[in-house]
């Protein structure tokens, strides 16, 4: 079993709905990363959270320590939301940055 | 501020040559991750260099080696490449400490013929 678990695997959407991606860890975290992957392969940090939620724009980030789960949401999405998705959490365990990742959510934003 | 700057953004190689790629981080930062990237793996880390020595090391080969110089900027090496070493090779920096924010660079994308 994976560290780190996304859902879904693949998302459609149509433009205007709010989006939910769904992320579980197995490990003790001291950080948890949300990116954002276009085309062309070029990752964007959008969040790191190691507790809360926070709020960026249109995105929303979400985390539960006590049950190793994050949410990330996105309201009122647009075509140019369509990206790849990813999770990716920093272990207690591990010194430094090292990121472990999940699979990633493929969202697609239909006009 | 410039971002992450990854040397060259396009590769393609023989099986059994060796390879150097090029992360220059974030002025200021000091550490430096590789990750590779391929459809079967997903993103997998390779290695974490902080103030040239390297602090984290995932599972790959002795192939795939790593270092990181005294401005920081950090090089990847991979010798006797396989046709499954093509993928993408991403480096990200960030501040001292742990767990802190990643920037990423555009990648490498490396194609081993």
């Known amino acids: 079993k994976n560290e780190v678990e996304q859902s879904p695997q693949n998302l459609t959407a149509q433009e205007g709905e709010f989006i939910t991606i769904n992320c579980s860890y197995s490990v003790g975290i001291s950080a948890l990363h949300w990116l954002q992957q276009h085309p062309g392969g070029g990752i964007v940090s959008l969040f790191m959270?190691?507790?809360g939620k926070k709020k960026h724009g249109r995105l929303i980030a979400t985390i539960n320590i006590q049950e190793k789960h994050s949410s990330l949401h996105i309201t009122a999405s647009h075509p140019r939301d369509s990206a790849v998705y990813i999770c990716?959490?920093?272990?207690?365990?591990?010194?430094?940055?090292?990121?472990?990742f999940g699979g990633g959510t493929r969202v697609l934003v239909k006009p | 501020k410039a971002g992450v700057t990854q040397t060259p953004r396009y590769l393609i190689k023989t099986r059994g040559q060796q390879v150097t790629l090029s992360c220059s981080p974030i002025?200021?930062?000091?550490?430096v991750s590789w990750y590779q990237q391929t459809p079967g793996q997903g993103l997998q880390f390779l290695f974490e260099?902080?103030?040239?020595?390297?602090?984290n090391k995932g599972n790959f080969p002795g192939r795939f080696s790593g270092r990181q110089f005294s401005n920081s900027r950090s090089e990847m090496n991979v010798s006797t490449l396989e046709l499954g070493d093509s993928a993408l090779y991403l480096c990200?920096?960030?501040?001292?400490?742990?767990?802190?924010?990643?920037?990423f660079g555009q990648g490498t994308r490396l194609t081993v013929v």
């Open positions: 260099y902080f103030s040239e020595t390297q602090r």
């Open positions: 959270l190691s507790s």
């Open positions: 002025s200021g930062h000091r550490s």
């Open positions: 990200a920096s960030s501040s001292t400490g742990t767990g802190a924010e990643a920037f």
């Open positions: 990716a959490v920093v272990s207690i365990k591990a010194a430094g940055n090292k990121l472990t």
